[in-house]
């Protein structure tokens, strides 16, 4: 469990090391660090971490033209349910709305009921699926569109 305040802050080089091992405990088909770096070193990626003393949540987005693709999130699972998964994808998505996105895109598992919960209170809604996206089972696609809007600016408060 995390011993203080945590901290939204960039993805540094020096946190792949912990996103990996988050990414082994949680993952099914965990990124390699090789997958971490190129995230990293792209032009349109923007990646954060919850900080607690330690990494205990990222994620990232990917800016497409006016389009933000979320490409991973993850929370620690000794910290969920702390709303640090809805920091996070505030900050991506404030972000990505500085960066000049209008819609929001992403992929979820299905079965991951608290992922999907999160994202539909953020105003993202499902619109398709991909069968077998994942190895373990298809995902769900979710979009917000008008994210530079007053209104979907209300719901991120």
Known sequence: MGVGVITIREFEPGDVEAALAMEEVAQPQPW??????????????TYLVADDGAVC????????GDEAHITNLLVAPDHRGQGIGRR??????????AEGARHLILEVRSENE???????????????????????GDALIMWAHDIDSAEYAERLT
């Open 32 to 45: 390699t660090e090789r997958i971490f770096n190129d995230e990293l070193s792209a032009e349109n990626r």
């Open 57 to 64: 949540g990222y994620g990232g987005v990917m800016l497409m």
């Open 88 to 97: 996070l994808m505030i900050g991506l998505i404030e972000s990505a709305i």
């Open 114 to 136: 608290a992922a999907r919960s999160l994202y539909s209170r953020l105003g993202l809604a499902p619109v398709g699926v991909r069968p077998g996206y994942y190895d373990d």
